[in-house]
């Protein structure tokens, strides 16, 4: 069963000047996307976060224009990026990830940021309170980023009851912008399930053949990689070494099965994209950000490879393909 694709997990900001709180008629507002790694341009058409525009009366080229830009997977980029974005004039922010969300905020906290995706905006000071933001970052959270975690971590180890071992990769160096809440709610999860866990701490791709080496030398019986951008962007290639190496894999999004992982699940991600177009549809007809309230995810998705799970020899619990949203085959 195959469903629309969505934009990489990192879609950057529209923006639109807080001064100007009232749609102009006639106007043709400036849309900026800045995106953590490029879509194909099929994935790019099919988003529904320009779906979500059209269908709310929002038409490319006659009453808006999308500036979109790329940091190809570099978030050193992001700056640099969304200041390109502000230097256009846009008219409103929309952007995923908290070091993008960092990056459309820092260029200009007049400029309203709509963000699909971010954490712990209250503690990183994008917003007063969830209910009312007071500043220009409003849109959806991936709150509940730590229960999803633990969650996906379950379903991996209901998917292989056999697993004793599972490795765990993890970002090398802890930063205020890098949300690791997988080393706090993992580790209880797996004593509760008496799993033993392997934490794999890597900076780049470059480290992955050598913490598969140390799996393999470790005799790890499953793989739980987190939704850390690093891990995210490289999934693919991920998902190919822990299959040449028969390792079941799982992750906290449904693009961890689609890569090749046995399991993935998490928050549904076209939902928030076509809620990120509504909020920027009520940005550009007058809404102040400041006052619009920060979503928390309320829809998730369950995805189950059932082709990777032939493959590695692996006979997945009725029960889980049962419940699962989407079986891939």
């Known amino acids: ?6 934009l990489g997990l990192a879609v950057v900001a529209l ?7 009232a749609q102009q008629p006639g106007r043709v507002y400036r849309i900026g996307i800045l995106l953590y790694t490029t879509p194909t341009a099929e994935q790019t058409k099919a988003s529904p976060f320009r779906q979500g525009l059209a269908q709310l009366g929002w038409v490319e080229g006659k009453n808006i224009v999308i500036e979109e830009r790329s940091a190809d997977g570099k978030p050193e980029r992001l700056p640099g990026l969304a200041a390109e974005l502000v230097g256009l004039k846009v008219d409103v922010i929309v952007t995923v990830l908290n070091s993008a969300v960092l990056a459309a905020r820092n260029a200009s906290q007049s400029i309203p940021v709509v963000a699909f995706g971010m954490n712990d905006p209250i503690k990183l000071g994008f917003a007063q309170s969830y209910a009312r933001p007071g500043g220009n970052v409003t849109g959806l959270t991936f709150e509940v980023g730590l229960t999803i975690d633990s969650k996906t971590f379950e379903l991996l180890k209901e998917a292989v009851p056999s697993a004793a071992r599972i490795a765990l990769l993890a970002r090398a160096q802890t930063h205020k912008i890098i949300h690791r809440p997988y080393l ?24 992955f053949p050598g913490a598969f080496a140390r799996m393999r030398e470790a005799r790890v019986d499953a793989l739980f990689v987190p939704g850390d951008p690093l891990f995210m962007t490289h999934r693919a290639a991920i998902a190919e070494l822990a299959i040449k190496q028969r390792l079941p894999m799982g992750g906290p999004s449904e693009r961890f099965a689609e890569a090749g992982g046995v399991i993935g699940f998490g928050y549904d991600i076209a939902y928030n994209l076509r809620r990120a177009a509504d909020y920027v549809d009520k ?46 085959e």
């Open 184 to 207: 706090d709610g993992i580790p209880p999860v797996a004593k509760a399930l008496k799993v033993e866990l392997l934490i794999l701490e890597l900076s780049a791709p470059e480290e």
């Open 15 to 21: 923006a639109a000047p807080a001064r100007l709180f």
């Open 283 to 328: 940005i550009l007809r007058g809404a102040n950000p400041a006052e619009l309230p920060i979503e928390q995810p309320s829809r998730f998705q369950l995805a189950v490879n059932l082709k990777t799970a032939r493959a590695l020899g692996l006979t997945l619990p009725q029960a889980l393909l049962l419940r699962a949203d989407r079986v891939i």
């Open 1 to 6: 069963m195959k469903r629309r694709s969505v």
